[in-house]
């Protein structure tokens, strides 16, 4: 039998008995696990309206406004003090005897305590601030670190100063010198004992990764809950470490124009519409960090001070909207005291909270020109959809499939901004929007399970080889089993960096041509797997990523693809540049063909992904590939075991908690995002057999989890063996025609 389709059984077996899981990649962090943030936090933030000037009093009339508006009871209850509230002298900051940041007593006179009691007390939570490294004067007076026989010398690194944004003059800190961490230790300890239940650290990059670690552990040991946020325009090539250290991170800088009337830009406007467009490609960027524990934080929340806060109200609710669509912090940044009547409506909108309270980042699917369109699938099946006209100066049209979103018939849609009930719409959806105008609807598909059933798509799709194993007319296979998308192999290079078919036949106008015809004729559609195991690969033979997404790119405009399959195997999969090289163009094809479905298939341990699978995930993840199903192929394992559906959803268990932890997805998300390609009947290792009674277990697995795809290899095999017919034409079992297949027509996603 050739084999086409996954690891060597020799590889497979060496695997298993090396019991997984393997080392050799490095592993992504998991979000944070203090406790904190399971949802994004919500509440005010002293710097857009208060900047550099707050006081106790001004602090204590927001708390009061907070409450009396009525949006505690919707979920605001954050209120964090920001930069300024420090005492300063002409070398920095002024410091306590252990060199601590002192508090300036004239705008503080009662002091941090009294202050974070009396928010307290009005039932809020009281957030602060910090930036990295030790203040000059620590280190001139050379200040004793509490509890330890060290100073503020022994730690300090002199040679270089910290970014600071008000006192300025501070030094990094040497973490490999005794008395470092034990400095922050006493810090965070002090902030406990007055009560902080927020605090962000500023001033954060790369290159402040120790400082990071030192606040988490330092936080964690004061036995006080409390989130910690970092801040800003952190980079994203450290996305896994900031997941893993914090409960969120600002992606960007300040969302404020800084330009006011008032002293260093202040006062109103607070913001404007080009700071606020600006979050949305750094949004869809970050999307897969976000997740339980921690948050792609994109700054404060320019609502509640009506126009005058820089926005039209259209321009607000887009605002509002692409923050929850993004599971993002909802920290307010207005004067509350001053709250609109207008503002407060869209602020108390509970169905807008519960769209970021969801907890899941949702992905940009539509991005042309003015026109954008977001997605999310919560946990009940239900989709959110945002269509966005980001234009300031005509209307547009923004459309969209109901396809592109997740589901294929007709969808009950609801209006999330006015409650309205706006009925069943069927395949497709679209609204005129004014300049800055979004629309968010909350959309739950309703096509009856049984017409759903009868005819499955891209979720099942079917592997076809037409290129020997004498291949079955795919409409007769449409007529005997109610399929209606194939997967059809391979597409593979020429000997440069040009898709063929088989690597030989043409791209277009040959007989595949004509069977993808035939195919959608008759109501289908096609997947094209670029891949397998045998040939050439496009991967090697495309010498960069923008070469392989051109070669993608032909493939996906020679026939109007919705969706396309990556099979890498060996060699491709045993080359790591390989590997980013497919990721990265990718990234590409999707950028330049909204709503297409990126599938990208390997082959697996009974564990899951061994390391080299798990490395292409976590590369994946790490690139900002939305990669849409991560799809393993469960065979050849070695030891001629016939029990292939336990080992089936064992190896899918292990694919599904690689994908959850390198993305940051919840489990349903993370079902959504993972699929399996079996192979019925005989598979290449002698004595292991995938039966019918198998491909039931695995499609229960895959109703229960509402897995993303549910397919084998492939319909040539789905049928018994003749005289002289051979492993690539039929099962090796004993069967009647289909079987196989009829089983999983069965699963609707």
């Known amino acids: 039998m050739n084999r086409i389709r996954s690891l060597t059984a020799a590889v497979a077996g060496l695997l298993v008995a090396a019991a997984v899981p393997l080392m050799g990649a490095a592993h992504p962090a998991a979000a944070s696990d203090n406790g904190q943030s399971v949802r994004p936090a919500m509440g005010w933030s002293s710097w857009s309206f208060v900047r550099r000037w707050p006081t106790e009093a001004k602090i204590k009339a927001q708390a009061d406004a907070l409450v009396s508006s009525g949006l505690e009871d919707h979920g605001f209850v954050h209120v964090n003090l920001d930069d300024f509230w420090q005492k300063c002298d002409s070398n920095g900051f002024v410091v306590d005897s252990y060199g601590r940041w002192a508090v300036d007593t004239d705008k503080f006179p009662g002091g941090v305590k009294a202050l974070a009691d009396y928010v307290h007390s009005k039932g809020l939570k009281f957030g602060f601030y910090v930036t990295p490294g030790i203040a000059k004067n620590a280190v001139t007076k050379n200040t004793p670190i509490e509890g330890t026989p060290y100073h503020a010398k022994d730690i300090a690194d002199t040679s270089k100063t910290e970014k600071n944004y008000n006192c300025k003059n501070m030094y990094y800190i040497d973490y490999g010198k005794p008395g470092a961490q034990e400095f922050v230790n006493s810090w965070a300890k002090q902030f406990a004992s007055w009560g902080v239940d927020y605090l962000k650290i500023d001033g954060v990059g790369s290159q402040d990764v120790p400082d990071v670690q030192a606040w988490d552990k330092a936080l964690r040991a004061t036995g006080r809950p409390i989130t910690f946020a970092l801040s800003n325009n952190l980079p994203i090539a450290d996305a896994s470490t900031w997941r893993r250290l914090a409960n969120s991170w600002r992606t960007q800088g300040d969302v404020e124009c800084y330009c006011g009337s008032g002293a260093n830009g202040s006062g109103y406007p607070l913001t404007d519409w080009s700071h606020v467009l600006a979050r949305f490609n750094s949004a869809a960027s970050w999307q897969p960090y976000a997740g339980s524990g921690g948050w792609n934080d994109l700054d404060s929340l320019e609502i509640g001070n009506g126009d005058q806060a820089g926005l039209t109200a259209d321009q607000r609710r887009s605002h509002f909207t692409l923050w929850a669509m993004a599971a993002a912090p909802l920290l307010l940044g207005t004067d509350l005291t001053h709250l609109g009547s207008v503002d407060k409506a869209m602020l108390a909108n509970d169905r807008l909270i519960g769209v970021d309270q969801d907890g899941v980042a949702a992905e940009r699917i539509v991005n042309g020109g003015v026109r954008q369109?977001?997605?999310?699938?919560?946990?009940?099946?239900?989709?959110?959809?945002?269509?966005?006209?980001?234009?300031?100066?005509?209307?547009?049209?923004?459309?969209?499939?109901?396809?592109?979103?997740?589901?294929?018939?007709?969808?009950?849609?609801?209006?999330?901004?006015s409650g309205s009930h706006k009925g069943v719409i069927a395949n497709s959806y679209s609204a005129t929007l004014r300049p800055g105008e979004t629309r968010l609807i909350r959309v739950k598909p309703v096509d009856s399970p049984r017409t759903a059933a009868a005819s499955p798509g891209f979720a099942v799709a079917p592997y076809e080889y037409l290129g020997w194993g004498a291949p079955p007319s795919p409409t007769s296979v449409m007529s005997a089993t109610g399929v209606k998308w194939f997967t059809l192999a391979f597409m593979l290079s020429d000997g440069t960096c040009n898709p063929k078919w088989d690597g030989s036949r043409p791209l277009t106008g040959g007989d595949d041509q004509a069977k993808i015809n035939a195919i959608r004729s008759a109501g289908g559609d096609v997947v094209v797997s670029v891949g397998g195991w045998s040939g050439a690969k496009l991967g090697e033979k495309c010498s960069s990523a923008s070469a392989l997404a051109g070669a993608y790119q032909k493939v996906i405009d020679a026939y109007r693809l919705k969706a396309l399959d990556i099979d890498i195997e060996n060699p491709e999969w045993a080359s790591a540049t390989v590997r980013q090289r497919v990721v990265d163009a990718l990234k590409k094809v999707k950028a330049g063909n909204p709503g297409l479905k990126t599938v990208i298939t390997f082959g697996t341990t009974t564990g899951g992904p061994d390391s080299t699978g798990v490395d292409m995930i976590e590369r994946a993840a790490n690139s900002g590939l939305a990669n849409d199903v991560w799809c393993v192929m469960p065979f050849d394992f070695g030891g001629g075991t016939t029990n292939m559906g336990t080992l089936t959803t064992q190896a899918m268990e292990g694919l599904k908690a690689r994908v959850k932890s390198a993305y940051g997805y919840g489990d349903a998300t993370a079902y959504a995002h993972i699929g399996l390609s079996s192979m019925n009947g005989r598979t290449d290792d002698s004595g292991e057999r995938v039966r019918v009674a198998d491909f039931k277990a695995m499609l229960a697995y895959a109703q229960q989890h509402h897995i993303g795809r549910l397919t084998y290899w492939s319909v040539n095999r789905d049928r018994a063996c003749g005289s002289g017919s051979d492993g690539d034409a039929c099962s090796g079992v004993s069967q009647q025609p289909y079987d196989y297949l009829k089983v999983f027509a069965q699963f609707t996603g």
């Open 373 to 417: 369109v977001w997605s999310k699938k919560e946990s009940d099946g239900q989709y959110v959809v945002a269509l966005f006209n980001t234009g300031t100066s005509a209307s547009s049209t923004v459309s969209l499939n109901w396809s592109q979103v997740g589901f294929t018939g007709s969808g009950d849609v609801t209006d999330l901004w």
